[in-house]
T-cell receptor
Framework: DTGVSQDPRHKITKRGQNVTFRCDPI?????LYWYRQTLGQGPEFLTY????????KSRLLSDRFSAERPKGSFSTLEIQRTEQGDSAMYLC??????????????FGEGSWLTVV | DQQVKQNSPSLSVQEGRISILNCDYT??????FLWYKKYPAEGPTFLIS?????DKNEDGRFTVFLNKSAKHLSLHIVPSQPGDSAVYFC???????????FGTGTRLKVLA
């Protein structure tokens, strides 16, 4: 399977704990995105990388959230001191580098986070 | 401020008929649009795209129409099939960026 891969698919954690999600993009894609989706809402943009450079971060990405893509391949999204409001599906997507914004982004299956 | 709006939270259509899903946007700088289908507990699956330089794009049973003056796009599915039952999201990307802003989705139910 050469699609976007996310791990773990489900995570239940206690409030205050740290969690980390991993994303492996489609191999030839150099852009990688993180989105968050809650019930009844569309995916909300968090951040994106081009290769290893983090080019944009949403205001939704508080200082408890950090994303990295150290070698321009896989990425991790860490949430520190989790809160119940962090419960959501965290979606990773990737796209090929193109000449303009006309790039289709392909999503992984998502990582469900439940904070209890 | 919801820049991409899907004002119909749900839609029911008989199998074999046309499904029309609508999306409105407010930012005239959006220049690329995508439609996704999402099943529960899965990630969104890409369906079809359209650039702002076009007003129509077709792929099999799926056709997307873009009306730039009205800042409106629609997804037509013909003929609708029970397997099309899912939540559909439209997404738009502002010119010069690579991020997409999503609508809140429309739940389509195709009745057999």
């Amino acid at each position: 399977d050469t699609g976007v891969s996310q791990d773990p698919r489900h995570k239940i954690t206690k409030r205050g704990q740290n969690v980390t999600f991993r994303c492996d993009p489609i191999s030839e894609h150099n852009r990688l995105y993180w989105y968050r989706q809650t019930l009844g809402q569309g995916p909300e943009f968090l951040t994106y990388f081009q290769n290893e450079a983090q080019l944009e971060k949403s205001r939704l990405l508080s200082d408890r959230f950090s994303a990295e893509r150290p070698k321009g391949s896989f990425s991790t999204l860490e949430i520190q001191r989790t809160e119940q409001g962090d419960s959501a599906m965290y979606l990773c997507a990737s796209s090929e580098k193109g000449g303009s914004s006309g790039n289709t982004i392909y999503f992984g299956e998502g990582s469900w986070l439940t904070v209890v | 401020d919801q820049q991409v709006k899907q004002n119909s939270p749900s839609l029911s259509v008989q199998e074999g008929r046309i499904s029309i899903l609508n999306c409105d946007y407010t930012n005239s700088m959006f220049d690329y649009f995508l439609w996704y289908k999402k099943y529960p507990a899965e990630g969104p699956t890409f369906l079809i795209s359209i650039s702002s330089i076009k007003d129509k794009n077709e792929d099999g049973r799926f056709t997307v129409f873009l009306n730039k003056s009205a800042k409106h796009l629609s997804l037509h599915i013909v003929p609708s099939q029970p397997g099309d039952s899912a939540v559909y999201f439209c997404a738009a990307s502002p010119s010069g960026t690579y991020k997409y802003i999503f609508g809140t989705g429309t739940r389509l139910k195709v009745l057999a």
